[in-house]
């Protein structure tokens, strides 16, 4: 069983230690694209509230503790709602080409550790790198036009180490 430390925190607004899992719709805006922000919104987001009903925080989120699992939720969602492959779908989607991460970023002419940024989720990537993403994980025929395109000399047609 996961242990829950956390259930014996003291709520730094009132001092009581009526730290509880509670649902609740959480909301934030992300930028991306150099778009007009964009609202993501989680109707039922499971976070770590204080459930003393005397404890008046200045900010309702004071007493909100977000966990990993939140924050993971938090970010596919955020990832969803953006309408962008996740992190792990394009580690999954390059994998499936037997391609290293240099090896993709040659082929689609991206600078350099653009995959390495996107697959760890430190940067989102465009709308346009990710069509082009789709449509390479999705087409093998997309796959082989691009090849034909870089000829001979892009890396994934170097000596590999065995
Ligand atoms: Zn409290």
Same mark, same amino acid.
């Given at each position: 069983m996961k242990e829950k @430390? !956390? #259930?014996? !925190? @003291? /709520?730094h607004v009132c001092g009581q230690r009526m730290l509880? @899992? +509670?649902r609740q719709p959480f909301e934030y805006a992300v930028s991306h694209d150099?778009?007009?922000? +964009?609202k993501i919104r989680i109707p039922d987001l499971e976070v770590i509230a204080c459930t003393n009903p005397d404890c008046h925080p200045e900010h309702p989120?004071?007493?909100i503790i977000e966990d990993d699992?939140?924050? /993971? @939720?938090i970010t #596919?969602?955020?990832y969803r709602q953006l309408g962008l492959l996740t992190p792990t779908e394009i580690r999954a989607g390059r994998e499936r080409l037997g391609l290293? =991460? =240099? #090896?993709? =970023?040659?082929l689609l002419g991206l600078g350099g550790n653009s995959l390495s940024r996107w697959e760890s989720g430190r940067v989102y990537q465009s709308r346009s790198s990710d069509t082009l993403l789709r449509l390479v994980f999705g087409l093998s025929a997309a796959v082989e036009f691009v090849k034909g395109l870089r000829g001979p000399h892009w890396a994934g047609h170097a000596e590999r180490p065995a």
């Open positions: @430390r !956390w #259930e014996n !925190w @003291r /709520c509880r @899992r +509670v150099g778009r007009p922000p +964009v989120h004071d007493t699992a939140a924050i /993971c @939720r #596919e969602e955020t290293t =991460q =240099q #090896e993709l =970023q040659d």
